[in-house]
């Protein structure tokens, strides 16, 4: 079984990348320079004063031992999921009052001697031999357990929550926190990928409210969730800011979205790890759908969890669908579609959603580019443009792949060619010597193409995505004439 939990880069600002060398200073170095530990009390304070402010923010984005738990230890550590124990209730009250009693001697102790040489060493030393113990017992749990364990019951964390309530009580949050928004719950993909990434292993998507924020007191607003979010539809924003993104979200491409049962009818290998996947729709029986928006398939109910795929149809009569799903080496969702989906089986879908790659219907000019899977939603598109699109005079598509047996519907997109004038298809392969193929990647062919007056629509890599739109913007196509799709959010250009 594929690990549920994903591993990714947590570090996104420079406190966070170095702040576990604080750790290290402070409960190594401390052993020889005990005063070291009296920056503990900074920290104390600045943890104390921010949740106040903004909850466990500084948990997310400035916390040494955080730092060092994502940085230096997570990936070496085994990733599981953590207990319900280590998060209960009496784990973190209980850990508090036992750490509090403890310190709280210490620092009694350490306070007969106020006035005399030794107290400000021996105070230090005590906030030393505390952040060693985190940094040794934290680091244990999260080499064995998750990155993140101590901070399930870490008595700072407890201390923040307090002083979080307290802002709450006081009506001062309101204005103050930043949380978990989303832009619309209609554009969710219910992929679970915030769930998967996150530290404290939260379910955002889960959870959202009406006013599509994250109300989790225990979320550290770490963005590791906004960063991996494929739809890019994740911020970390203030409740009026969430209320105006609510507002000024466009929903369209989303308006049709609803629950479908539908029976898998038809899978056909279209290479060693594609299948293609043909969806009969039971309730409803017709759902109107157009090329180029995207489906989802329930891949599991516990946790509730979908995977998105380009249709690779066009809507002939509304009563079916088909998508093409590439197996994903570790992929937790495309592992459990090629070894539980057979032909017979109910399934759930949701859908059809998005708009990017819908050419509007007067549109005269029309560039395709898909490379990897990408290509998928082009199969449906082509179809669909040059037959129910006649004044789409001109319609290019680019393909790029590695090898000759990535290409999907090769001989299919030649056949569109020979027969409809208007359409041309150019396939472009990197690793392959043949005639057949023009020899490059889509973006070498792309920087020789006439591209004046065309839309273009691009689905596929990142980097694909990103340099293609670089050329295009580069040869005079106007930024509001292109549209892309992929797999990942592609803020860079955004
Ligand atoms: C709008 C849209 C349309 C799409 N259309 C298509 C389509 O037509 N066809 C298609 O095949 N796909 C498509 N996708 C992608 C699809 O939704 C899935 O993301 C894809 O099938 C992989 O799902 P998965 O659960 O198997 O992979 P995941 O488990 O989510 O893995 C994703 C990545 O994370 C890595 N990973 C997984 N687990 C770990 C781990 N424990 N540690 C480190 N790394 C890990 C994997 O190697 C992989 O690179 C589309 C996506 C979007 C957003
Ligand atoms: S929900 Fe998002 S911001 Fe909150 S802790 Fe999890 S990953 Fe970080
Ligand atoms: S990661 Fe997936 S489930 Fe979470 S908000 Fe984004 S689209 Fe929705």
Same mark, same amino acid.
């Given at each position: 079984?594929?690990?549920y939990?994903?591993?990714?880069?947590?570090?996104?600002?420079?406190?966070?990348?170095?702040?576990?060398?604080?750790?290290?200073?402070?409960?190594?170095?401390?052993?020889?320079?005990?005063?070291?530990?009296?920056?503990?009390?900074?920290?104390m304070?600045?943890?104390?004063?921010t949740?106040?402010?903004?909850?466990?923010?500084?948990?997310?984005?400035?916390?040494?031992?955080?730092?060092?738990?994502?940085?230096?230890?997570?990936?070496?550590?085994?990733?599981?999921?953590?207990?319900?124990?280590?998060?209960?209730?009496v &784990?973190?009250?209980?850990?508090?009052?036992?750490?509090?009693?403890?310190?709280s +001697?210490?620092?009694?102790?350490?306070?007969?001697?106020?006035?005399?040489?030794?107290?400000?060493?021996?105070?230090?030393?005590?906030?030393?031999?505390?952040?060693?113990?985190?940094?040794?017992?934290?680091?244990?749990?999260?080499?064995?357990?998750?990155?993140?364990?101590?901070?399930?019951?870490?008595?700072?964390?407890?201390?923040?929550?307090?002083?979080?309530?307290?802002?709450?009580?006081? @009506?001062?949050?309101?204005?103050?926190?930043?949380?978990?928004?989303?832009?619309?719950?209609?554009?969710?993909?219910?992929?679970?990928?915030?769930?998967?990434?996150?530290?404290?292993?939260?379910?955002?998507?889960?959870?959202?409210?009406?006013?599509?924020?994250f109300?989790n007191v225990?979320?550290?607003?770490?963005?590791?969730?906004?960063?991996?979010?494929?739809?890019?539809?994740?911020?970390?924003?203030?409740?009026r800011?969430?209320?105006?993104?609510?507002?000024s979200?466009?929903?369209?491409?989303?308006?049709?979205?609803?629950?479908?049962q539908?029976?898998?009818?038809?899978?056909?290998?279209?290479? +060693?790890?594609?299948?293609?996947?043909?969806?009969?729709?039971?309730?409803?029986?017709?759902?109107?759908?157009? #090329?180029?928006?995207?489906?989802?398939?329930?891949?599991?109910?516990?946790?509730?969890?979908?995977? #998105?795929?380009?249709?690779?149809?066009?809507?002939?009569?509304?009563?079916?669908?088909?998508?093409?799903v590439? !197996?994903?080496?570790?992929?937790?969702?495309?592992?459990?579609?090629?070894?539980?989906?057979?032909?017979?089986? &109910?399934?759930?879908?949701?859908?059809p959603?998005?708009?990017?790659?819908?050419?509007?219907?007067?549109?005269?000019?029309?560039?395709?580019?898909?490379?990897?899977? @990408?290509?998928?939603?082009?199969?449906?598109?082509?179809?669909?443009?040059?037959?129910?699109?006649?004044?789409?005079?001109?319609?290019?598509?680019?393909s790029?792949?590695?090898?000759?047996?990535?290409?999907?519907?090769?001989?299919?997109?030649?056949?569109?060619?020979?027969?409809?004038?208007?359409?041309?298809?150019?396939?472009?392969?990197?690793?392959? !010597?043949?005639?057949?193929?023009?020899?490059?990647?889509?973006?070498?062919?792309?920087?020789?193409?006439?591209?004046?007056?065309?839309?273009?629509? &691009?689905?596929?890599?990142?980097?694909?995505?990103?340099?293609?739109?670089?050329?295009?913007?580069?040869k005079?196509?106007? !930024?509001?004439?292109?549209?892309?799709?992929?797999?990942?959010?592609?803020?860079?250009?955004?």
């Open positions: 079984m594929t690990d939990y994903i591993k990714t880069k947590r570090a996104f600002t420079i406190i966070r990348t170095y702040g576990w060398l604080l750790t290290v200073l402070i409960a190594i170095g401390g052993l020889w320079q005990p005063k070291l530990g009296l920056l503990v009390i900074l920290i304070a600045g943890l104390t004063v949740a106040f402010f903004t909850g466990r923010y500084w948990c997310g984005n400035f916390c040494p031992h955080g730092s060092l738990f994502d940085v230096i230890l997570m990936p070496l550590s085994k990733n599981r999921k953590i207990s319900k124990l280590l998060k209960s209730k &784990m973190i009250g209980g850990f508090f009052l036992f750490f509090m009693f403890n310190f +001697k210490k620092v009694f102790n350490v306070a007969k001697l106020w006035g005399s040489m030794a107290f400000l060493d021996r105070l230090g030393f005590v906030f030393v031999t505390t952040y060693l113990m985190v940094l040794v017992v934290g680091g244990v749990l999260a080499l064995f357990v998750n990155a993140r364990t101590w901070c399930q019951f870490c008595p700072m964390g407890s201390i923040q929550k307090m002083s979080y309530s307290l802002g709450k009580l006081l @009506g001062v949050t309101k204005r103050t926190d930043r949380k978990v928004t989303i832009a619309s719950q209609a554009q969710c993909h219910t992929c679970g990928k915030c769930a998967r990434v996150c530290p404290f292993q939260l379910t955002p998507y889960l959870e959202f409210t009406d006013k599509n924020q109300d225990n979320c550290i607003k770490c963005s590791t969730c906004v960063e991996n979010c494929p739809a890019g539809i994740l911020s970390i924003a203030t409740e800011d969430a209320l105006a993104l609510k507002e979200t466009s929903l369209e491409g989303y308006e049709n979205r609803q629950a479908i539908a029976q898998i009818t038809e899978i056909i290998d279209l290479n +060693k790890d594609t299948k293609e996947y043909t969806f009969t729709f039971i309730s409803p029986q017709k759902v109107a759908y157009r #090329a180029g928006q995207f489906i989802l398939l329930k891949i599991e109910d516990e946790p509730k969890s979908y995977r #998105a795929y380009s249709i690779s149809t066009y809507n002939d009569d509304g009563s079916k669908v088909s998508v093409i590439k !197996k994903v080496d570790q992929g937790y969702g495309t592992d459990i579609i090629f070894t539980r989906f057979t032909v017979g089986d &109910m399934v759930e879908l949701e859908g959603m998005g708009e990017e790659l819908v050419p509007d219907r007067e549109v005269e000019k029309i560039l395709f580019i898909g490379n990897g899977i @990408g290509i998928t939603p082009f199969v449906g598109l082509a179809k669909d443009v040059l037959l129910n699109q006649p004044v789409a005079s001109q319609v290019k598509l680019l790029g792949q590695r090898f000759e047996e990535d290409f999907l519907y090769d001989d299919y997109f030649r056949q569109l060619d020979d027969q409809y004038e208007q359409f041309e298809y150019i396939s472009v392969a990197s690793r392959v !010597k043949s005639d057949k193929y023009h020899k490059g990647h889509v973006t070498d062919v792309l920087k020789e193409m006439d591209v004046e007056g065309y839309k273009v629509y &691009m689905c596929g890599t990142k980097n694909m995505i990103i340099d293609s739109y670089n050329i295009l913007i580069g005079g196509v106007r !930024k509001e004439d292109i549209f892309y799709e992929g797999e990942e959010r592609i803020k860079e250009i955004a």
